[in-house]
């Protein structure tokens, strides 16, 4: 269970343990009441002369000590109901306690992951570095070297909306880093990736269904969490045919993070927002 949910069984529970409450404080109002009526009557019994008067005062002091008795059994009653609530709210924290920290487990066991990404991206471009140097070869084309203004990561079954989006970026006059207008044959696609990741100062992420299923996606996403470690805010989520629930299911960080939804802006009014951000 999740813990949205547990916390709004939770605020319920309080409600009802409230309500459950002031209800007990009106029992105990009317307890309260009977009794003082019952020994009322108790006193005008001992009080009491006549004969018939004393029997018809004793018929109404048994029926007030039948009421006294049956509040008290109602109050026995709602007690018990209040008792029960108070417990289910504690097992109900307790299970949310639980939840908190498996979520604080996944999440630095992710940070984890990502540190270790960047540390074996670190060493492959050592090691590139010194292959490089070696082999006396030539870098990869320039186009891969340049700076851009944003990185596109996206899954290929995504490209009937990714291509004008792009398309609509560079007409706003961004520089964008997008596959299909940066690669050229004979290039490495994993390198001009890293290069592309490397030299792009945002890295916009078009989540989707197919993303998530994708292995180079979410290795690019990897990456450009990576660039986040001092605290620099790079990565700009696009939602594409996703809802945060479904978001949330596959990384609890993603699902944090402010987005933007194919589903409630246009294309014009996405580059637009997005344009903002870059040259803020």
């Not at 030299?199 to 990897?222: A, T, Y």
């Not at 629930?245 to 294309?267: C, E, F, M």
């Given at each position: 269970m999740s813990?949205?949910s547990l916390?709004?069984?939770?605020?319920s529970?309080?409600?009802?343990?409230?309500?459950?409450?002031?209800?007990?404080?009106?029992?105990?109002?009317?307890l309260?009441?009977k009794?003082?009526e019952?020994?009322?009557l108790?006193?005008?019994?001992?009080?009491?002369?006549?004969?018939?008067?004393?029997?018809?005062?004793?018929?109404d002091?048994?029926?007030?000590?039948?009421?006294?008795?049956?509040?008290?059994?109602?109050?026995s009653?709602?007690?018990?109901?209040?008792?029960d609530k108070?417990?289910?709210?504690y097992?109900?924290?307790?299970?949310?306690?639980?939840?908190?920290?498996r979520?604080?487990d996944?999440?630095?066991?992710?940070?984890?992951?990502?540190?270790?990404?960047?540390?074996?991206i670190?060493?492959?471009?050592?090691?590139?570095?010194?292959?490089?140097?070696?082999l006396?070869?030539?870098?990869?084309p320039?186009a891969?070297?340049?700076?851009?203004?944003?990185?596109v990561?996206?899954?290929s079954?995504?490209k009937?909306?990714?291509?004008?989006?792009?398309?609509?970026?560079?007409?706003?006059?961004?520089?964008v880093w997008?596959?299909?207008t940066?690669?050229?044959?004979?290039?490495?696609?994993?390198?001009?990736?890293?290069k592309?990741?490397?030299n792009?100062?945002?890295?916009?992420v078009?989540?989707s269904?197919?993303?998530?299923?994708?292995e180079?996606?979410?290795?690019?996403?990897?990456?450009?969490?990576?660039?986040?470690?001092?605290g620099?805010?790079?990565i700009?989520?696009?939602?594409?045919?996703?809802?945060k629930?479904?978001?949330?299911?596959?990384?609890?960080?993603?699902?944090?993070?402010i987005?933007?939804?194919?589903?409630?802006?246009t294309?014009?009014?996405?580059v637009?927002?997005?344009?903002?951000?870059?040259?803020?």
């Amino acid at each position: 269970m999740s813990i949205d949910s547990l916390t709004n069984q939770i605020s319920s529970m309080d409600r009802e343990i409230y309500s459950l409450q002031q209800q007990l404080h009106s029992i105990d109002n009317r307890l309260i009441a009977k009794r003082k009526e019952e020994n009322g009557l108790l006193d005008r019994i001992s009080k009491e002369k006549d004969l018939t008067r004393v029997v018809s005062l004793q018929r109404d002091q048994i029926r007030k000590g039948q009421e006294v008795t049956a509040i008290e059994k109602e109050k026995s009653n709602k007690e018990k109901t209040i008792h029960d609530k108070e417990k289910k709210r504690y097992d109900l924290i307790q299970q949310r306690s639980k939840e908190e920290q498996r979520e604080r487990d996944k999440t630095k066991k992710e940070h984890l992951e990502l540190l270790k990404l960047q540390q074996e991206i670190s060493r492959e471009r050592n090691y590139d570095a010194i292959y490089f140097q070696q082999l006396s070869l030539p870098k990869q084309p320039t186009a891969v070297f340049r700076t851009y203004d944003v990185f596109v990561s996206h899954a290929s079954e995504d490209k009937d909306f990714v291509d004008p989006f792009v398309e609509a970026l560079e007409e706003k006059g961004l520089s964008v880093w997008y596959d299909t207008t940066i690669m050229q044959v004979g290039m490495s696609l994993r390198r001009a990736i890293d290069k592309g990741l490397t030299n792009s100062r945002f890295g916009i992420v078009v989540l989707s269904q197919h993303f998530f299923k994708k292995e180079w996606p979410q290795k690019e996403l990897d990456a450009l969490f990576s660039k986040e470690f001092d605290g620099t805010e790079v990565i700009l989520p696009l939602w594409h045919n996703i809802s945060k629930d479904q978001v949330q299911a596959h990384s609890r960080l993603l699902a944090d993070k402010i987005a933007l939804s194919t589903a409630q802006y246009t294309i014009a009014e996405l580059v637009d927002k997005i344009a903002a951000v870059v040259k803020g």
